[in-house]
């Protein structure tokens, strides 16, 4: 694939992307903070687990 190539793809790309509206930022917005969430959440239950069983095992 030659570079003039790859600029007119990028080009034809950029046309037709458009913004998002108010909803579609929002809802991806609440996806990521849940996913973040949801991220954290099982990493403080495996801790709390490891610290659980070195609790135990001392």
């Not at 080009?11 to 809802?27: I, S």
């Not at 990493?43 to 069983?53: E, M, R, V």
């Amino acid at each position: 694939m030659g570079i003039k190539t790859f600029l007119s793809q990028c080009a034809r790309t950029l046309k037709l992307a458009v913004k998002p509206g108010r909803e579609e930022l929002w809802l991806s917005i609440k996806i990521s903070v849940l996913g973040i969430g949801v991220v954290g959440l099982i990493g403080f239950a495996i801790k709390y687990i490891a610290s659980a069983l070195s609790a135990f095992g001392a």
